[in-house]
């Protein structure tokens, strides 16, 4: 039988182990994130060392990393709360097939039929009160902030750019956002830039270039393929979009591969890199609702989604942080029968570099 004392005692703390979070865009499905999030800010395993977002997943790393920069987690996942909550719309009371038509009619208008510098003249972004509300840019700037990296889509260019601590804006976070088809560009430095998703969702290169942690965790939003070619214009629409928004992190996945194949045995970052991931969610739960619906329902259902996935993972994998990958990306990220040529536009990783 233990002794009272010795009952009584605190127990060691054990460290917390360091991780990057790479966080996927898409709209509402960013909801999802705000789980995974909640969950990991609340363990006593893991630590966030750095995180890198586009869009949604932009704006979500943006309010984690305002926040820890004043060392709270607790404050973190008070200010994600906050945030999708003020977002959220209340639901539309229509039957199904009402809603069906009015999710076509949108998508029509998401093809190109109606401009936003027609239906949006003034440029007014919804997300800009929210925005300004729940992240702290100043902190993000400051030099207690783990380090984030937001990829914006320079529209003249069509190049990635990625926005680090230093240079953080509310403008920077709009633009990693800004779907062309509802809202106009978003101009910084004199430059017009589209949402980032189309060029890194999320970027990994800043990420092992910093060298802030060593494993990596892709919070991925994309659901996996079905498994039948969608038939009926909408699913074809929407399939079309995933592809479109997960083939910078499959080009990425596939150079990180290649680049290991290259350096063989040699002890290297990015041999020393372990990838995880979170996600995505079931294709199923996604085919419920849009990325554009914000109901209350629809984002508590998303959250709870990503909280399970999040306890699920580390349950699963918190003892392999450090020690080993758990993300098969030859199986998760490469075709069977593909020769693992690398791409020509497949992004640097010159390493190491510490700028923030």
């Known amino acids: 039988m233990i ?27 960013g909801a999802y994130t705000w789980g995974v999030l909640d969950v990991i800010l609340a363990s006593r395993r893991v630590a966030i060392a750095q995180l890198s977002g586009t869009s949604a997943g932009a704006i979500n790393a943006a309010i984690v990393a305002g926040a820890l920069a004043k060392g709270s987690p607790v404050r973190a996942r008070e200010a994600l709360a906050a945030f999708w909550r003020r977002i959220t719309a209340p639901s539309l009371p229509l039957s199904e097939p009402v809603q069906q038509a009015w999710r076509e009619t949108f998508g029509v208008w998401l093809l190109g039929v109606v401009s936003p510098y027609q239906a949006n003249p003034l440029g007014i972004h919804p997300l800009r009160d929210a925005i300004e509300a729940h992240v702290d840019i100043e902190a993000i700037r400051s030099g207690s902030a783990p380090p984030l990296f937001v990829t914006l889509t320079n529209v003249r260019t069509g190049l990635p750019r990625v926005i680090s601590n230093a240079e953080m804006s509310v403008e920077a976070l709009l633009a990693s956002a800004c779907l062309p088809q509802l809202f106009q560009a ?44 969608p038939r009926d214009a909408l699913s074809i629409r929407r399939r079309v979009g995933e ?20 350096t063989g045995s040699r002890k290297t970052a990015m041999r020393d890199l372990r990838l995880h991931r979170i996600g995505p ?13 914000r109901s209350r329902i629809w984002l508590e259902r998303l959250r709870a989604e990503g909280r399970a996935a999040a306890k699920a993972f580390i349950a699963r994998h918190a003892a392999d942080l450090g020690v080993r990958e758990t993300l098969d990306i030859a199986a998760t990220f490469t075709a069977p029968g593909n020769d693992g040529g690398a791409a020509a536009n497949e992004p640097s990783y010159a390493l190491p570099s510490t700028e923030r």
């Open 3 to 29: 002794p009272l004392l010795q009952r009584l005692q605190p127990r060691p703390q054990t460290a917390r182990k360091s991780i990057g979070l790479a966080l996927q865009g898409g709209g509402s499905w």
């Open 186 to 229: 978003v101009e910084i430095d004199g430059e017009p830039y589209w949402d980032g998703a189309y060029l890194g969702n999320p970027a990994l290169a800043p990420m092992i270039r910093s060298g802030a942690a060593s494993d990596l965790v892709v919070v991925q939003l994309v659901p996996e393929g079905p498994e039948e070619a």
């Open 243 to 262: 592809i479109v928004f997960n083939a910078s992190l499959v080009a990425e996945m596939q150079a990180i591969a290649t680049l290991r194949d290259a």
């Open 281 to 293: 969610p079931r294709r199923e739960l996604l085919q419920q609702g849009s990325t554009l619906e």
